[in-house]
């Protein structure tokens, strides 16, 4: 321990060395123990997190405004299940329902617009935060402070890797201020703090192969891009508020740059042939009431506008904002003011504006920059997509996640002779864990990264709500005390501890829990006849007894044993599919797949996910509603439109269409399987076609029943030529429900 204080000590003393000698007066030097950068709702509840554990906190903000996006314009809240929203997070929501209760009455319309605080105005938002912060004494807020340089130890070997200083510009004052202190928190969208302290990261997309997962790299496009990574992030916008009450409105001013000519082909000819009535129709939720009668403007997005924001000086930075703002005013303003639209219109449009009471500094515009994805860290642990859908518990998790995949437009590109926006897939999924490790950098001892989180861009496009980010910034803000309190590392905080603090700030975790286990197999290469033995082991970690065991041993579905141990023989030499499903007593499952080599363990079964099939129509990746406890793995279920819940199209079902197409190694006998979830609003009828060497089968499938407990339902044997003559294929022509598909199998049986 000696030994240890004499290094903070001496670290302390090089510091002063450093700064003082590197800053022109000393009386700029501003030191806490704790500093934010960011007053985003992360950094906002970071500084709350640690000043409650009784440590002096510099929260430091580059607008003059705190609360990012969320007092920034998003109004709108989106969280997904709000059950796993928890702590400072909940509190937040909480204070707006008691605003809106207060001010207008516990029957108001207000009230009930608020939606349980999930939609609000954007003052209301920054109201709500200030007064968090002002119930800290510790905490001192620095607005209008932007990043200018990180200084990390200059003799590593003395000081370690860590972050000594935060230097930003004082917008204000024009002149440099810099900050020390013990624990550095980044909470800002950009990440600078991050990568002036030489911590690893990407921006951009990773490929299919690197972290094995279905929805990573480009998902439109000639056949040869598909899946490939790149440098390109989601579109960027502003999200700003609209009001329809005139007796709050300014009319929507000209930008500097104005330029109506993207939206004369769209809205203009949409406007003119009468399918848009009103200006408020190019809303999806100007039907729903919102609190002010302000509604929330997401149609700022233009694709390849974020390129180039994430690495940019501020000067490069401001080009782009600057850009995406006059692009959104110039679709506003064209639509109440060029001459080529019908005047009724016009004139039903000038009844719309900027709210007059938001962001009256600004022009009533947005002051932050909706930056939906940048630079991400690569931390102590990058998560996943199968984070998300399948290993989603994890025992260090701080926070939940449950929101969709969300990808807005990356950039167009030509498919089959037309241009189209591409993105990664949306895709929903079940509540996961978010580890500790994800904001950890892998050796900077002393800075947490609640934002831009460890993740790849598919894990990202989940996981970037807001709501999230306040629970992460909590969890940093707690991570921090913990890291000064023992006088270590923020590696080595105890997750254990941190996340029995956390829960008694009312934490929601585990919300992604599911049973824990391994599964194992002697011989590890068995050959055709041998007696293989798979065991179930059960970890330490499981909250439930397991209660049932199943085995898959020829990846189509059928159960051939139970139990923890079993015995098995293949005769095949191939790589075979197999599949373990567990359920504990409280009703929880989960499925663990392996590829078990036999013989010359050659690759002769084809799988394709949906993402590999000609999809045609209009797809949902959406949850199936009857499975009973927490279902195994449904994030990339896809349901085609049905009677139930679907989109009609002039009074007709729109048509949709799934095509798998598989390249079969060899000619012979395979068995073809389709994989989906059964569920009470799809079909009893799906038509189903499946073209083999012979002819072609044509049968019809029953999607509410289940018939397996796995994913997996046998369709028929079938005689195949190498290659990719054959193909399956489903339709939802004349069904009595949706259809639901998550993938196609050919199993090879032999010649």
């Known amino acids: 321990m000696a030994d240890q204080q004499q290094s903070y000590t001496t670290m302390k003393l090089l510091l002063s060395i450093l700064l003082l000698g590197s800053t022109a007066n000393a009386e700029e030097l501003i030191h806490r123990e704790v500093i934010v950068y960011g007053g985003t709702p992360a950094g906002i509840m970071a500084a709350i997190a640690a000043a409650r554990q009784g440590h002096d906190v510099a929260l430091v903000e580059m607008n003059a405004h705190v609360g990012g996006m969320v007092s920034g314009g ?219 009668a302000k509604y929330d403007a997401n149609w700022g997005d233009f694709a390849g506008n974020s390129e180039g924001y994430a690495e940019g000086s501020w000067e490069t930075r401001g080009r782009i904002a600057a850009r995406i703002r006059d692009g959104f005013l110039s679709r506003l303003y064209y639509s109440q003011n060029d001459p080529d639209l019908p005047e009724a219109f016009r004139n039903e449009a000038r009844t719309w504006g900027l709210p007059k009471d938001e962001f009256v500094d600004n022009g009533n515009w947005p002051f932050q920059l909706y930056i939906r994805e940048g630079r991400r860290m690569l931390g102590a642990y990058v998560l996943r997509e199968q984070d998300l859908t399948q290993d989603r518990w994890k025992p260090d998790g701080i926070a939940t996640g449950s929101y969709g995949i969300d990808c807005h437009v990356v950039q167009h590109l030509r498919e089959n002779g037309k241009l189209v926006a591409e993105h990664t897939r949306h895709v929903a999924v079940n509540n996961y864990d978010i580890p500790y490790r994800s904001i950890v950098p892998p050796d900077v001892e002393n800075l947490l990264v609640p934002v831009c989180v460890s993740a790849s861009h598919v894990a990202c496009c989940s996981l970037r709500m807001e709501p999230v980010y306040m629970m992460l910034g909590q969890a940093a803000g707690t991570a921090a005390g913990i890291a000064l309190a ?121 799988t394709l996910d949906e993402f590999d099939a000609e999809l045609a129509g209009r797809w949902n990746g959406t949850f199936p509603d009857n499975i009973a406890g927490l279902p195994l793995r ?65 049968l019809t499938l029953n999607q509410r029943q289940e018939t397996t407990p796995f994913i997996w339902v046998p369709l028929g044997e079938y005689h195949f030529k190498a290659g990719n003559s054959g193909f399956l294929e489903l339709r939802n022509a004349d069904t009595d429900g949706r259809i639901a598909v998550d993938g196609a199998r050919w199993i090879w049986l032999g010649k």
Not at 141 to 148: C, E, G, Q
């Open 634 to 698: 449904y994030s990339d279920v896809f349901h085609g439109p049905g009677i139930h819940r679907d989109q009609v199209v002039r009074g007709k079902v729109a048509p949709a269409r799934a095509h798998f197409q598989p390249t079969l190694p060899r000619e012979g006998r395979y068995q073809v399987c389709l994989a989906f979830r059964p569920s009470k609003t799809q079909a009893t009828n799906t038509p189903v076609v499946v073209k083999h060497a012979e002819g072609s089968a044509k």
């Open 486 to 606: 023992d006088k270590k590392p923020v590696q080595n905080v105890d997750a254990k501890k941190l996340r029995s603090l956390l829960v008694e700030q009312g934490a929601v975790l585990d919300a992604g829990y599911q049973p824990q286990l391994k599964l194992t197999w002697t011989p590890a290469r068995p050959k055709p006849g041998d007696k293989v033995i798979f065991k179930a082991i059960p970890t330490s970690q499981n909250k439930n007894t397991l209660k049932q065991i199943q085995w898959d041993f020829t990846g189509n579905g059928t159960v051939a044993a139970e139990g923890e141990r079993v015995v098995h023989v293949f005769e095949g030499e191939k790589i075979h599919n197999v599949s373990l499903l567990v359920a504990d007593t409280a009703g929880r499952r989960r499925m663990l797949t392996a590829e078990v080599p036999v013989g010359s363990a050659e690759p002769l079964d084809v």
């Open 74 to 292: 998003l109004v709108a809240t989106d969280m997904g299940d709000r059950a796993t929203v928890g702590g400072l997070a909940d509190d937040f929501f909480k204070r707006i329902v008691q605003y809106y209760t207060d001010k207008y009455g516990a029957d108001s319309k207000e009230l009930k617009a608020a939606r349980k605080g999930t939609t609000f105005e954007p003052h209301v938002a920054e109201l709500i935060f200030e007064q968090m912060l002002a119930g800290q004494p510790r905490i001192q807020v620095w607005k209008k402070h932007r990043y200018h340089a990180t200084q990390i130890g200059a003799d590593r070997s003395l000081a370690g890797n860590r972050v000594t200083a935060l230097v930003v510009d004082d917008l204000a004052a024009n002149k440099t201020r810099t900050f020390t202190g013990d624990v550095f928190i980044d909470a800002s969208y950009e990440g600078d703090l991050m990568a002036g302290a030489k911590v690893p990261y990407r921006v951009g997309r990773e490929g299919r192969s690197e972290y094995g997962e279905q929805l990573a790299g480009v998902s439109m496009g000639p056949k040869e891009q598909i899946g490939m990574g790149d440098h390109r992030t989601q579109a960027y916008n502003y999200r700003v508020s609209i009001t329809s009450n005139t007796a709050n409105r300014v009319l929507f001013p000209k930008p500097e740059h104005y330029d109506p000519s993207p939206f004369i082909p769209t809205d203009g000819k949409r406007i003119k042939a009468g399918e848009v009535k009103g200006f408020g129709d190019f809303f999806t939720t100007i039907d729903k009431a919102h609190p002010g």
